[in-house]
């Protein structure tokens, strides 16, 4: 027989455990209970333990539910990775980023590096490191922009036995190819070309045949090159040009 008075079976079934430690030790300790149980868990997360809530009034992040708030929720790592992410559903990924806002500006995705890569992907198996896709009209399943003040490079693509680059379909270079117009009777013109040098490289074509006229040269230089005919056009002649560096 007891003398701590404990619960009778009775008792453990028509009422809760904590209304019979109230009736037994009276509210005020359990109001001790509960804060001497705050500073434990608070010395938990000072000590690198895991807590289950957050030690303020946030609320906590649940599994399986979509948790939402106005700021932002940051996870970090000294030593590892900052957050890890793993699917083995196909057609689901690891980490998956999703841009809602109506106006532009936004990223799904958005990677920041001082030395490194903002985002690196590697393809093991049979997948690719990086994949894009875009299903609107005008848009770009890749888009790369180069500010850098000295000159950088938007993309840059390597192999050591494949193909760098590998292109189905047209390719376009807007400001490093286009179409000029030769005046009749003048053998030799000067194209604009903004950024090239004299050590870039001219290819030039003829697209419409004039007889006994063909292009001598294309002559690089600074911001602009040469383009010279065999001869004088009889009428306007029309030439198709692209320059690589």
Not at 76 to 87: A, K, L, P, R, V
Not at 187 to 192: L, M, T, Y
């Amino acid at each position: 027989m007891s003398d701590r008075n404990e619960p009778s079976g009775g008792e453990r079934a028509g009422h809760s455990l904590t209304a019979w430690a109230r009736r037994r030790y009276g509210r005020r300790a359990l109001f001790i209970g509960a804060a001497a149980a705050s500073a434990g868990l608070a010395a938990d997360m000072v000590a690198g333990g895991a807590a289950e809530a957050a030690p303020d009034a946030a609320k906590p992040v649940l599994l399986g539910k979509q948790n939402v708030t106005s700021g932002a929720t940051s996870v970090g790592s000294t030593n590892s990775n900052g957050i890890e992410g793993h699917t083995h559903t196909t057609g689901k990924s690891g980490v998956a980023g999703l841009d809602f806002n109506k106006a532009k500006g936004s990223q799904g995705v958005y990677g920041q590096t001082n030395h490194g890569n903002g985002v690196f992907g590697i393809g093991i198996g049979g997948g690719n490191g990086v994949g894009a896709h875009s299903n609107t009209s005008g848009f770009n399943a890749l888009f790369a922009v180069d500010s850098a003040k000295s000159g950088g490079t938007a993309v840059l693509a390597q192999s050591k036995h494949g193909l760098a680059l590998h292109a189905e379909g047209k390719v376009k270079m807007s400001t490093a190819s286009g179409l000029h117009m030769v005046p009749g009777g003048q053998r030799s013109v000067s194209i604009q070309v903004p950024g090239m040098s004299a050590s870039s490289k001219v290819f030039a074509s003829i697209q419409q045949a004039q007889s006994g006229v063909h292009i001598e040269g294309a002559e690089p230089g600074e911001e602009s090159f040469t383009l010279t005919l065999s001869k004088h056009p009889a009428e306007p002649l029309r030439v198709a040009w692209f320059v690589l560096e």
